[in-house]
């Protein structure tokens, strides 16, 4: 059975994402939102039983990472957004082989760029799995 913590719920969400090749992202007052799996979808992939994810939700919400919201389910706080994109491309990176590295602010990501990778690469690597990102990604 798995050892559970709020990193492991969040590596777990990416994953399960990932594999379903769908990510939702939704963008509130300067925001973005990404829906997270829901405490059932998470505790059938870790295998464990659903109450043993509730708490870690509970800690979610309180650590502000994660929201409730009414008929749309669970999504990331701004805070949250931060921690799940830079840990998908900080711990994915075989699926975003352009970028090195990131460094996660209070509302800004920075994406250290492979040399030789351009703009366009990195966008289209990014969009790959966050196409709602596309518009939004400056340079």
Known sequence: ??????????DA???IQLAER???ITFVQDEVRIKFP???RLAEFLEVPHYYVLPYFAMMEQEE?????ERVGILTT????RKMIALMIDKYSKE???IIGTV???DTIIAVIREGVSHDQVLKAMSKYLPELKDRLRR
């Open 96 to 98: 975003m082989n352009e």
């Open 38 to 40: 829901t405490t059932r």
């Open 78 to 81: 701004a805070k949250g957004s």
């Open 1 to 10: 059975m798995a050892v559970l913590s709020v990193d492991v719920l969040f």
């Open 13 to 15: 969400a990416i994953r």
């Open 22 to 24: 769908s990510i939702s």
């Open 65 to 69: 990472l994660v929201t409730r919201a």
């Open 104 to 106: 996660a602010g209070n």
